[in-house]
């Protein structure tokens, strides 16, 4: 259990560095809108949304509590 809570803060760490650059070295509206217009980027964002909703749908599933797993 102490290695899965050690992987999952260095991915904290990783996404929150990662995301802070993109904010501030990026457009995202551009890009975004670019990324919109080619197929492997649809692709890429339908993956990426059927990923969080699944991951979402197994914590509701696995936890007791409503209010925590929304809190999740």
């Known amino acids: 259990m102490r290695i899965a809570k050690v992987v999952t803060v260095l991915g904290i760490m990783a996404m929150t560095a990662v ?4 904010f501030t070295r990026g457009d995202f509206f551009v890009e975004g809108s670019l990324l919109a217009k080619m197929p492997w980027g649809i692709v890429s964002l339908v993956d990426l949304y059927t990923g969080f909703s699944l991951f979402c749908a197994w914590i509701i599933y696995r936890e007791k509590s409503l209010p925590v797993a929304l809190l999740w």
């Open 19 to 22: 995301l802070g650059y993109a």
